[in-house]
């Protein structure tokens, strides 16, 4: 059992770039897939944004909530960022099928997640030059 053993571990730790929010997310994650709709590659300035899925108690802000600005990206759904770095945070939908959680990009964790990217959401509105992994049917 090491320290950088997720299972071992049983929570990953994220951080926006300034270090001034930090996040901690405790296993096990609901899912991890890459996002090509409109709304994240417009907030997030990118072809795709990898996101990591947990219910939202199993997320905690250890440090920084006070630096939290919000975004509300389209009726009910809030996209939350660093104020003072400008590094996007979280995904949360108060409707549907993601209600219960709270999304996070995985490229913000510093130490390893319970899993990795598996599925593609939205992939229709993939403009032609973001990269792209099929993972199949
Ligand atoms: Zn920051
Ligand atoms: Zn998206």
Redo the contacts with the bound molecule.
């Keep these: 059992m090491s320290a950088d053993d997720p299972a071992a571990a049983g929570f990953a730790v994220a951080r926006c770039h300034c270090r001034g929010v930090e996040i901690e997310a405790r296993f096990p994650s609901r899912f991890c897939a890459h996002?090509?709709?409109a709304?994240?590659?417009t907030t997030h300035a990118a072809g795709v944004?990898t996101?990591i899925g947990f219910p939202r108690g199993q997320v905690r802000f250890t440090r920084g909530e006070d630096l939290l600005k919000a975004y509300e990206s389209s009726r009910g759904t809030v996209r939350r960022f660093c104020g003072r770095c400008g590094t996007r945070l979280t995904?949360e939908s108060s409707h549907g099928r993601w209600a219960e959680e709270i999304h996070l990009p995985l490229a913000l964790f510093v130490t390893a997640a319970d899993r990795e990217p598996a599925a593609n959401?939205?992939a229709a509105e993939r403009p032609a030059w973001a990269p792209f992994h099929d993972f199949g049917p």
């Design positions: 996002c090509y709709c709304s994240c590659r944004v996101w995904f959401s939205f």
